[in-house]
DNA sequence: AAGACTGTCAACCGCAGTGAG
DNA sequence: TCTCACTGCGGTTGACAGTCT
């Protein structure tokens, strides 16, 4: 924690000893009384008309985190825990997102909580997976191992599995499924590593969600820039630009699959897709995209099969 | 008991996006 | 079109508390 300081600020013209640091009792009061009467609006001018001696950011920042009525505080339920290391497979470090589908929690302490806590224990998780000896990774058979970044070296949580030229999607698939810290049917956080039912992979990276995938001038390689983290559960979110691609984990056997691709062009809200009876329901309306996938999919074993549901 | 180490979390910083003038 | 203020976001810092040695 910091400790209280001031410093001097040219606030509007005026030199104003703005406080840094630690919110004490009497400025939450000051802050919390404001707001109940007066409402949200420009920050600057709420930390002036409060009669506090902070910038309208600090002000922001306390209202946000600390004294909204609506948070709820205390510690993160099981449920709550899972559903962020859910979303944060989907969203990477999109704070302010996730934290807007967790009511009452902040974006800041979803974010604390995930590298403080979560993130440790999916670390764990997933060495602990790797070095199963149940593990492929570490059988000597023929298959390729597949090139991942590392866990915390990539800033995200699971595996990354970077495109190479003789990636073979059956190690790909069969390494994430192993590698999956989680169930896709549990509803409880578990650290052991079950087998999901139904894997779905996300073919981008988190740190690409941000730059969606150019979707003209034909479709783009499901796999490109690297098959990405993947989406353990049965349910998912699509952003503009992603393409998803499911695989049903059974049917990895025998490279033959109820697979669905499509894509989100929608630039104002996100998909949500679901698997059930092995096909892919899609809200919101995205779009599908099968021909691409066909088309790019091509140097990859013919054997899968592709239908539209 | 005390110092070292680690975890937690509030708060700050810098950057990017946006809108008004 | 440009500038500037404001807002929101993610990364980082640093103080305190708890645990370990």
Same mark, same amino acid.
């Given at each position: 924690?910091?400790?209280?300081?001031?410093?001097?600020?040219?606030?509007?013209?005026?030199?104003?000893?703005?406080?840094?640091?630690?919110?004490?009792? *009497?400025?939450?009061?000051?802050?919390?009384?404001?707001? %109940?009467?007066?409402? /949200?609006?420009?920050?600057?001018?709420?930390?002036?008309?409060?009669? #506090?001696?902070?910038?309208?950011?600090?002000?922001? %920042?306390? @209202?946000?985190?600390y004294?909204?009525?609506?948070?709820?505080?205390?510690?993160?339920?099981?449920? $709550?825990? $899972?559903?962020?290391?859910?979303?944060?497979?989907? #969203?990477?470090?999109?704070?302010? /997102?996730?934290?807007?589908?967790?009511?009452?929690?902040?974006?800041? *302490?979803?974010k604390?909580? @995930?590298?403080?806590? #979560?993130?440790?224990?999916?670390?764990?998780?997933?060495?602990?997976?790797?070095?199963?000896?149940?593990s492929?990774?570490?059988?000597?058979?023929?298959?390729?191992?597949?090139?991942?970044?590392?866990?915390?070296?990539?800033g995200?949580?699971?595996?990354?599995?970077?495109?190479?030229?003789?990636?073979?999607?059956m190690?790909?698939?069969? &390494?994430?499924?192993?590698?999956s810290?989680l169930?896709s049917?549990?509803?409880?956080?578990?650290?052991?590593?079950?087998?999901?039912?139904? %894997?779905? &992979?996300?073919?981008?990276p988190?740190h690409?969600?941000?730059?969606?995938?150019?979707?003209?001038?034909?479709?783009?390689f499901?796999?490109?820039?690297?098959?990405?983290?993947?989406?353990?559960?049965?349910?998912?979110?699509?952003?503009?630009? *992603?393409?998803?691609?499911?695989?049903?984990?059974?049917?990895?056997?025998?490279?033959?699959?109820?697979?669905?691709?499509?894509?989100?062009?929608?630039?104002?809200q996100?998909?949500?897709?679901?698997?059930?009876?092995?096909?892919?329901?899609? @809200?919101?309306?995205? *779009?599908?995209?099968?021909?691409? %996938?066909?088309?790019?999919?091509?140097?990859?074993?013919?054997?899968?099969?592709?239908?539209?549901?």
């Amino acid at each position: 924690m910091r400790k209280p300081e001031d410093k001097v600020c040219n606030n509007n013209n005026n030199k104003v000893k703005l406080r840094k640091g630690l919110w004490s009792p *009497e400025e939450d009061e000051k802050l919390m009384k404001y707001m %109940l009467s007066n409402g /949200q609006g420009c920050w600057t001018d709420i930390a002036r008309n409060a009669g #506090l001696q902070r910038c309208g950011k600090s002000c922001r %920042l306390r @209202w946000i985190n600390y004294l909204r009525p609506d948070l709820r505080r205390g510690a993160f339920s099981p449920q $709550e825990e $899972e559903l962020i290391i859910h979303l944060h497979s989907i #969203l990477g470090n999109r704070w302010s /997102q996730i934290a807007a589908r967790l009511p009452g929690r902040t974006d800041n *302490e979803i974010k604390n909580f @995930w590298n403080s806590t #979560l993130k440790k224990r999916m670390k764990t998780a997933a060495a602990a997976a790797v070095n199963s000896p149940s593990s492929s990774l570490n059988n000597n058979d023929s298959t390729p191992e597949p090139i991942r970044d590392d866990v915390a070296g990539g800033g995200t949580m699971f595996p990354v599995l970077h495109e190479h030229a003789n990636i073979d999607i059956m190690a790909a698939t069969s &390494f994430l499924c192993r590698a999956s810290p989680l169930s896709s049917s549990s509803t409880s956080t578990s650290t052991s590593m079950p087998c999901p039912s139904v %894997l779905t &992979f996300d073919p981008f990276p988190h740190h690409q969600l941000n730059n969606p995938y150019d979707m003209s001038g034909g479709a783009k390689f499901p796999f490109q820039g690297g098959i990405g983290e993947g989406l353990y559960g049965d349910y998912g979110i699509l952003e503009q630009g *992603e393409l998803g691609l499911c695989i049903e984990d059974s049917m990895i056997g025998n490279m033959r699959s109820n697979e669905s691709c499509f894509n989100n062009t929608d630039e104002n809200q996100s998909d949500m897709f679901g698997l059930e009876n092995n096909a892919i329901h899609l @809200w919101n309306g995205g *779009e599908w995209d099968f021909e691409g %996938l066909i088309q790019n999919l091509s140097p990859f074993p013919n054997s899968i099969d592709f239908r539209v549901q």
